[in-house]
T-cell receptor, first 113, second 114 residues
């Protein structure tokens, strides 16, 4: 059973517009969520995170929103740039999991010039 | 600052041959260490994690094993590779503190089993 779901395998956005990547989770024990960005043949790089005590965290062009009642989080990229084209992984964690992050399958974002 | 290294970067091995992938972390002590595999269309699958020297937890039964001979060294091994072992293998570390546990990934090893 997949605990972290990214239902859109791909997303295409025009440069300068907003990119919205979505993630749903099923385990209500999760209390910390992260987004990673991954280029082909490279390891994922940490992008932004949010604790379950917050509903929004912003870092430059990247904002993560958390809706605990819906068990849903989203990553907003504004404005989108061609260099943002990558696979984005949502991940979730809870204190009892000994640091085990549960990853979604990823969404491939393509930002077109 | 902390850095994480993996080698080799790419590897092509015949079925039935052994495997040894190495991961080392610099600039930190007592990290948690992780091995993941990314297979096509399957996201990131946690294979092993370790909270200390000699301590290994396996998440998925498989043809692979892991060892942690030193605090900042994590090794992924196999005695006999299978075709299904092909994939992109990622090592990661985290500070090992309670609470938030951001993981930081190495550059990965692309393994092709023929």
């Amino acid at each position: 059973d997949q605990q972290v779901k990214q239902n859109s395998p791909s997303l295409s956005v025009q440069e300068g517009r907003i990119s919205i990547l979505n993630c749903d989770y099923t385990n209500s024990m999760f209390d910390y969520f992260l987004w990673y960005k991954k280029y082909p043949a490279e390891g994922p790089t940490f992008l932004i995170s949010i604790s379950s005590i917050k509903d929004k965290n912003e870092d430059g062009r990247f904002t993560v929103f958390l809706n605990k009642s819906a068990k849903h989080l989203s990553l907003h990229i504004v404005p989108s740039q061609p260099g943002d084209s990558a696979v984005y992984f949502c991940a979730a964690y809870y204190g009892g999991s000994q640091g085990n992050l549960i990853f979604g399958k990823g969404t491939k974002l393509s930002v077109k010039p | 600052s902390q850095t994480i290294h993996q080698w080799p970067a790419t590897l092509v091995q015949p079925v039935g041959s052994p495997l040894s992938l190495e991961c080392t972390v610099e600039g930190t002590s007592n990290p948690n260490l992780y091995w993941y595999r990314q297979a096509a269309g399957r996201g990131l699958q946690l294979l092993f994690y370790s909270v200390g020297i000699g301590q290994i937890s396996s998440e998925v039964p498989q043809n692979l094993s892991a060892s942690r001979p030193q605090d900042r060294q994590f090794i992924l091994s196999s005695k006999k590779l299978l075709l299904s072992d092909s994939g992109f293998y990622l090592c990661a570390w985290s500070p090992g503190l309670a609470g938030t546990d951001t993981q930081y990934f190495g550059p990965g090893t692309r393994l092709t089993v023929l």
